[in-house]
């Protein structure tokens, strides 16, 4: 028989499991709400950015900066954890700061943990937009992370990065190794897998979690859950709708059905050519039969007054 346990072994084991969430929620913190990412107002261009040490546009000095770390513009701590010394009085402004990140270009105050542990956990360490390809030190804005591919996007480009985001590379939504309907979709990737092909041999898959794509690891979805459209190209006929205000000359479109042939579309070459070739046949077959009516009608009333005379 095991050993009961005790009221404080029980205690002891509950707050065990409490500080491991509690230490893994904060590395899952928001990144909006994240203090390195705080929205700032210059105090010289009054000019909204990323917290920062320098303004962005006009490369000011904050009056009052902010920690990246732990948030705060004011030290008041009265402990040894201060590395300057500074007792019985509150430090603002430039002595409170002790470092900048190289990451994100914000003050760290000088508090000994801020210093020893933002390096380590900055969130925007690898801060490159997925779309434009900035870091943060090439844009003045905030940093974002899209909430479907969990990659980082710059201010500019976040919404519309998430509008295209759920865009498979492929025009059906079946499983890029066979011809089943992929219940398992990658966000990161673009691709669907059915419920074999997402699995992959020797890999040890945990119980009641989301799959990982075989392909990058990413954790995959529900194809049902999302609003997930496929990629559609429009050929031939299809692209007769769209106007051309660019004259380019010979067969200017660039896509595929406006090469410049008749029987591919809208092309600004051949077909119009053709059509208007077309048309001028049509004119001189209605301009002849006019004549023919007309020719008839004369004769008719030559007969007429032969016979009355």
């Given at each position: ?44 261009c009054a000019r909204k950015q990323k917290n920062r ?65 933002h390096a380590c956990t900055c969130p925007l360490q ?68 059915c419920d074999d092909h997402v699995k992959r041999k ?108």
């Open positions: 028989m095991p050993k009961k346990k005790t009221g404080q072994r029980k205690k002891a084991e509950k707050q065990k499991l409490r500080q491991k969430a509690i230490r893994g929620n904060a590395a899952r913190v928001n990144l909006g709400e994240h203090p390195c990412n705080a929205v700032m107002e210059c105090d010289k040490a320098f303004c962005y546009f006009c490369s000011a000095v904050q009056r009052l900066p902010v920690c990246a770390k732990c948030g705060k513009m004011k030290c008041m701590m009265k402990t040894g954890d201060c590395v300057v010394k500074h007792s019985g009085q509150f430090t603002t402004g430039l002595g409170m700061v002790g470092a900048i990140c190289d990451y994100c270009e914000a003050w760290i105050c000088h508090g000994r943990q801020c210093l020893t542990s690898d801060a490159t937009c997925i779309e434009c390809e900035r870091y943060v030190w090439e844009h003045g804005g905030r940093i974002f992370k899209c909430s479907f591919c969990n990659s980082f996007l710059c201010e500019d480009d976040q919404f519309e990065h998430q509008a295209s985001c759920q865009i498979l590379e492929a025009e059906t939504l079946k499983c890029m190794s066979c011809n089943r309907l992929g219940n398992h979709s990658c966000l990161r990737c673009k691709t669907c897998y020797g890999f040890k898959y945990e119980r009641n979690q989301p799959m990982p794509c075989p392909k990058c690891g990413f954790e995959t979805q529900q194809t049902k859950d999302l609003s997930m459209s496929t990629r559609h190209h429009n050929y031939g006929r299809q692209q007769a709708g769209r106007d051309d205000d660019d004259d380019e000359g010979y067969g200017a479109g660039s896509s595929y059905g406006e090469c410049g042939y008749s029987y591919y579309g809208s092309g600004g070459g051949a077909g119009d050519v053709d059509d208007d070739d077309e048309d001028d046949d049509d004119e001189d077959d209605d301009e002849d039969d006019s004549e023919d009516e007309e020719s008839e009608e004369e004769d008719e009333k030559e007969d007429t007054t032969a016979a009355k005379e």
